[in-house]
């Protein structure tokens, strides 16, 4: 495919995603979708893999997403309509979607849905090569610093505690207590899921980038507990 034509369908992807996210103050605009492109882009690149797919997947991944639009159903046939008007292969149009819709952590903690069986078959969340750099790139923007920061961007926004020594942190989440954020705290999101994130990695790229990552969080909330302890 020639460069240029490569080039305009990155640009119509992030204006598609600019018109559908450029609002959001929830911690999934238009700045995470630039960020996990740029790591997309750099995880293909380590990996030998053509970066068109993953950086094109990492502008359009939250488009549809059940947490931001209100029918996701509708959102994929518009994201299709979208795609299928860019000259891009049949294969690389499924290739996305199928990305799209099946890459989100919430995604995976749901067991019981339809092809779940199938997809475990199939390997890490059913994903091809593009899917599992960008589903890396996402999780990536999850932990280091910029997680932290989301996390506490997502906990303020949602009315949540930032610590409670009384609640512990749950486990074994399904999606639907994943979501639900009547008791949860700052501090617990951390152990439900952040600290995991690095073991449900795709590559190797990837993981070695979560390591100083990991490091990160773990000195933050060892000096978190220090404070609140009065102990540092
Ligand atoms: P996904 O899109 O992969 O399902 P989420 O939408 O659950 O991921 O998470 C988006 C961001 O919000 C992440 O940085 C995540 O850590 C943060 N987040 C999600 N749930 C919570 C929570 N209960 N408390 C604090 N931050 C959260
Ligand atoms: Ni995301």
């Not at 996210?21 to 990996?47: F, K, N, P």
């Not at 309509?81 to 990305?99: K, N, Q, R, Y």
């Not at 990536?140 to 996390?151: F, N, S």
């Not at 617990?188 to 899921?193: L, S, T, V």
Request: no cysteine.
């Amino acid at each position: 495919m020639d460069e240029r034509v490569r080039d305009e369908m990155v640009v119509q992807a992030i204006a598609y995603a600019q018109e559908r996210l450029g609002h959001d103050r929830t911690g999934h605009g238009m700045d995470h979708a630039e960020r996990v492109a740029r790591m997309a882009r750099r995880i293909a690149d380590e990996e030998g893999v053509d970066p068109l797919l993953p950086v094109m997947a990492a502008y359009l991944h939250d488009t549809v997403d059940d947490k931001l639009v209100a029918d996701s159903a509708r959102a994929l046939e518009e994201l299709r309509a979208f795609l299928g008007g860019l000259g891009l292969s049949g294969t690389d149009v499924e290739d996305l979607l199928h990305t799209v819709s099946r890459m989100s952590f919430a995604e995976s903690l749901d067991a019981g849905r339809e092809g779940a069986a199938a997809d475990a078959a199939a390997g890490p969340a059913g994903l091809s090569s593009a899917g599992h750099i960008t589903q890396d790139a996402d999780r990536l923007d999850a932990i280091g610093a910029i997680g932290v920061t989301r996390a506490i961007y997502f906990g303020g926004a949602h009315g949540e505690r930032i610590y409670d020594p009384a609640v512990s942190p749950r486990q074994n989440l399904t999606r639907e207590e994943y979501r639900n954020l009547d008791n949860e705290t700052i501090y617990n999101h951390f152990y439900e899921k952040l600290l995991g994130l690095k073991d449900t990695l795709n590559t190797p790229s990837a993981r070695r980038i979560a390591e100083r990552r990991q490091r990160f969080m773990l000195d933050y909330l060892a000096e978190f507990k220090a404070e609140w302890e009065g102990l540092a």
